[in-house]
């Protein structure tokens, strides 16, 4: 079964912090149904690829990069990451989209999103799927490593040794 790609890009959906591939076999008038796949931290809509190539007849789903991940635009502050932005963001896009009742999978960071948009709106929610949820009460960054995240984006030695630190083995 093979998969084509369509990139909706933010100026056509107003909602210009991301960056939505549309994956499937169907059209969006012909699927009987519709998933919403969220990436998690460091990651972007690629991550979900080896799935999406197994999506079964009558499907349709959409896996966009989250603001400053992949291919859609950086955030302007800090705070444009909090999961509440990242949810407003992706609700813009499922509404932008006209898409109703639809199936909600998340991933680590972005398990803790499709939580947030489950909790704000659970009428259009067909079935939620959590893999490697952050914990039930949440992780803040400190304001002072604030400061190394940003250097991360563009050091990539440092990106690498703080991923290394938190492998068993590794550090």
Known sequence: MGRSLHTIWSDQI????LRPADYGNTTWNEAREIILFVHGSFGNARWWEPTLDLLPEGYRAIAPDLRGCG???PADAPDDYEIATQTADLWAL???LGIGDLHLV???YGAA???QMTLDRPGPILTLTLIAPPSAWGVKTPPEALQ???QMRTDRELLLRALASTMPGRA
């Open 94 to 96: 499922v509404d932008a």
């Open 106 to 108: 998340g991933h680590a």
């Open 113 to 115: 999103v499709a939580l």
């Open 148 to 150: 190394y995240l940003e």
């Open 71 to 73: 291919r859609s635009d």
């Open 14 to 17: 107003q909602c210009p912090s």
